[in-house]
């Protein structure tokens, strides 16, 4: 059987609790100590990286509010180029039109200058001509078949000069 010896009890308590003191103070004090260093630097770095993502956050909602706001500008921007070539575009039309107007208005002054012109000479033509015949008339005697000649004569040029003067 197993004896109980209290001696060797007490002396084993004693050890145990001595054991557990010291381990208590050199063992399990440091390693708690160096949980909890860690756990306070895990701690740290999960407070670090939330603010470094709420930096992040903030920083890509500025940056989208910044994009936007290009984007609209540059909509702006787009919009008064495209108005300002629209308006370029029409004056030049419209200055565009004012010169042929005129190249148009200035060609009919010439055409109708000319037209008077060509008609001046036309009728000094006939002039010339019915003061010829008229000369010819009195000037000489005539039979009947030369003033008829001479009147078929001038009938002729009179409508050659009238062709001429409307080609």
């Known amino acids: 059987m197993i004896r109980l010896d209290y001696s060797n009890v007490i002396f084993t308590i004693i050890n145990l609790l001595t054991l557990y003191f010291l381990m208590k103070k050199f063992l399990y004090s440091p390693v708690m100590s160096i949980i909890e260093k860690r756990k306070e630097l895990i701690n740290q770095q999960i407070e670090n990286a939330e603010l470094v993502e709420k930096q992040a956050l903030?920083?890509?909602?500025?940056y989208e509010e910044k994009l936007k706001s290009l984007k609209d500008e540059s909509i702006v921007i787009l919009?008064?180029?495209?108005?300002?070539a629209e308006k370029e575009y029409k004056f030049i039309i419209e200055k565009a039109n004012i010169e042929s107007d005129k190249i148009i208005e200035e060609a009919k002054s010439m055409a109708n200058i000319e037209h008077k012109k060509i008609l001046k000479e036309a009728e000094a033509d006939?002039?010339?001509l019915a003061m010829?015949?008229?000369a010819k008339i009195i000037g000489e005697q005539f039979h009947e078949?030369?003033?008829q000649a001479l009147y078929d004569?001038?009938?002729v040029?009179?409508?050659?000069l009238n062709d001429k003067n409307n080609n």
């Open 126 to 128: 006939i002039t010339k």
């Open 132 to 134: 010829l015949a008229a």
């Open 145 to 147: 078949q030369e003033n």
């Open 157 to 160: 040029k009179a409508g050659e």
């Open 79 to 84: 919009d008064n180029a495209k108005a300002k």
């Open 153 to 155: 004569q001038f009938i």
């Open 58 to 62: 903030q920083m890509k909602g500025e």
